[in-house]
């Protein structure tokens, strides 16, 4: 991959895909502009080289796409100065309307995914963006598993270079799959193992710990048969774990409630002893005691997904534990990835104690897997 420092960026038009997809509260503010801040480092260096910079992103919820311009005051802020909206980008005199602006200034695209194109990945649909700008970068590594116009037909039209992020991202994850500084454990949580199962079986051969959350070992037990009742669906590869090796880490007791949270009912209990109507929703005090124990000695740490259900306070001890034992092993590489992840951090207070926080979700996943990512490929 090129760099960006490959380029004269002066009075060139510029296209960088950043990942803006953040959340929002039901009121309509930010509620956590971390991958905002994540892309400052190139943007102000096109910004310092005297580039017309393009912003192009997606914003969705699970239950629609946003406009982008719903973001434009926190990035605005970030920037520290003022970022024109363009909201019809692909009419014939778009990059006339671009190219009013200085060099050094900011153009924001709508939510490219307004546009099917986008998720279809036609050519056509990124020959048009393409003729916006001279110089494509990269910059949105959380999406580069996805085969999108914006993430792997752009770079077909233009010459092209991966940003900061992109470039750091790729480094220290192509570094832990090689060369990681041992003991190293990894940390999988979350709950859905179907996403990770790949992850999981590929680290398992790399790492020297490997650390499951309370739905991931809820799940793996009841596939293979330790607790009954569950109602689940079968996934492949779990066969391939092995419940007795001993590199394996997994709950062994947990906070319990009602599937349905009802009545106020809770207990802790052993995985084991589940009922068909409780659901486990946190790791309980004897995994807790374990798993620090495993943190203590690791030189290399990685973490993804929380423990249990960390947003509810009568199951945030677990992740909030674990949390506070990895950022006290102040010796290890401390490498932390995912959404819900990375929001869990930030809620206490720990994002400075990590020495690498990454943007990505399911592209981290894939790429820990061993998976070749599309967006990467594209920029060969």
Known sequence: MKKLQSFNFKGKNVLVRCDF????????????????????????????????VILISH???????????????????????????????????????????EPGQVVLL????????????????????SQLGDIFINEAFSVCHRKHASIVGLPKYLPKAAGFLLEKEVGVFSNLLKKPKRPFVAVIGGIKIETKIKTILNILKIADNLILGSKIGEVIFAQKGIIVGRDFDEVKLIE??????????????????????????????????????????????????????VLQSAETILWNGPLGMHE?????????????????????????????????????????????????????????????????EALK
């Open 21 to 52: 997809n953040v959340p929002f509260s039901k009121e309509g503010k930010v509620l956590d502009d971390f991958r905002i801040k994540m892309a400052l480092p190139t943007l102000n260096y096109l910004i310092k080289e005297k580039a017309r």
């Open 110 to 129: 709508e939510n490219v995914r307004f546009h099917k194109g986008e998720k279809e990945n036609d050519l056509q649909f990124a020959k048009k963006i």
């Open 59 to 101: 914003l969705e919820t699970k239950k629609e796409k946003l406009s982008l311009e719903k973001i434009l005051p926190v990035l605005e802020k970030n920037l520290q100065k003022k970022v024109k909206f363009l909201a019809n980008y692909l009419g014939e005199n778009s990059r006339k309307e671009i190219e009013k602006e």
């Open 240 to 293: 391939k774990i092995d419940l007795t090796d001993p590199k394996i880490h997994f709950p062994l007791d947990g906070v319990i409630a009602l599937k349905n949270l009802t009545e106020g009912y809770l207990r802790e209990g052993g995985i084991g002893s589940l009922r068909i109507e409780e659901d486990v929703f946190d790791i309980g005090p004897e995994t807790i005691k374990i798993f620090k124990k």
């Open 312 to 376: 509810d306070k009568r199951f945030e001890q677990g992740t909030k534990t674990i949390a506070d034992a990895i950022v006290r092993n102040y010796s290890a590489l401390k490498i932390a990835g995912g959404g819900e992840t990375v929001s869990a951090i930030n809620t206490f207070g720990l994002s400075d104690k990590f020495d690498f926080l990454s943007t990505g979700g399911g592209a981290m996943l894939e790429f820990l897997a061993g998976e070749k990512l599309p967006g990467i």
